[in-house]
C-alpha cells in the first residue's frame, strides 16, 4: 500500500478553523464524495437511535481500543462505545466504496493500513477562530471563547480515547495547514495537490 495512490483524504481540525469548509472544497474540486454529518445520521439509522442523542453521547472519552471495531445489537456497552464501531465500520465502507474526503471521526486512524490516506490536520489562529466562530457560526460573543476551548477539548478527548496517538500532534499527519494564513482555498488546493501528486506518480510508474 506504501507505493499506491492516495484513496482518501481525512482532515482533523481545531473548532473554528474551517476544516469543514476546506474538506467541502477539496471535495467540491476533485468530484469526489465528502462525508461528515452523514456519518452520524447513518449511524443512528443503523443503530435505531434518535440522532440527537447520538450527537449529545458521540464524542465523549470513553476508550475502545481493547474492543474489536464490530458493532454488535444487542452488546450491553456504553452507547458511547457502540456508536464509535458503527462510525468505524460505516466510514470503512466509504473509503473502500470510492474516493472521498472525511472529517473528522478519527477516520485518519481508523483506516491506518486499510486504505491509502492522506492525512491533514487544520488549524489557526485563536484571533482568527474567534472571528470566525462569532461570524460564521454565530456564536453569542459572551460565549465564544469558552465554546471554542471546550470544543477543542471535546475533540481532542475523543480522539485521544480512541487512538493511541494524539490528536494535533503534527508528526501523525501528512500536512498541518494554517486556514488563517494561507486561507481556505489555498489549503485547498495544497491538498489537491498532493493528492493528484500520488496519481501522478503512479501512473508514470504504470507507463
Not at 487544520?122 to 476551548?149: C, F, M, Q, T, W
Not at 482555498?185 to 495544497?190: K, L, R, S
Request: charged content about 30%.
Amino acid at each position: 500500500m506504501k507505493n499506491k495512490p492516495y484513496k482518501v483524504i481525512t482532515i482533523e481540525r481545531l473548532y473554528a478553523s474551517a476544516g469543514r469548509e476546506v474538506g467541502e472544497l477539496v471535495a467540491e474540486k476533485l468530484g469526489i464524495a465528502f462525508h461528515n454529518e452523514d456519518i452520524l445520521e447513518k449511524a443512528a439509522e443503523k443503530c435505531g437511535v434518535d440522532i440527537e442523542k447520538l450527537k449529545s453521547v458521540e464524542e465523549t472519552s470513553t476508550s475502545i481500543l481493547h474492543y474489536p471495531i464490530t458493532f454488535k445489537k444487542n452488546a450491553k456497552r456504553p452507547l458511547t462505545e457502540q456508536i464509535f464501531e458503527m462510525e468505524s465500520e460505516i466510514i470503512m465502507d466509504m473509503a473502500k466504496q470510492e474516493p472521498c474526503v472525511i472529517v473528522g471521526r478519527c477516520a485518519d486512524y481508523i483506516l491506518k493500513n486499510t486504505v491509502k490516506t492522506l492525512t491533514v490536520f487544520i488549524y489557526s489562529s485563536s484571533e482568527n477562530r474567534l472571528d470566525r466562530a462569532l461570524n460564521v457560526y454565530g456564536i453569542d460573543e459572551d460565549k465564544a471563547e469558552d465554546y471554542i476551548k471546550a470544543m477543542d477539548k471535546k475533540r481532542g478527548e475523543f480522539y485521544n480515547a480512541n487512538c493511541p496517538h494524539k490528536w494535533g500532534s503534527k508528526e501523525n499527519y501528512h500536512i498541518c495547514l494554517d486556514s488563517g494564513k494561507l486561507g481556505i482555498e489555498t489549503c485547498a488546493n495544497i491538498i489537491i495537490k498532493l493528492f493528484e501528486d500520488s496519481k501522478t506518480l503512479e501512473d508514470n510508474k504504470k507507463a
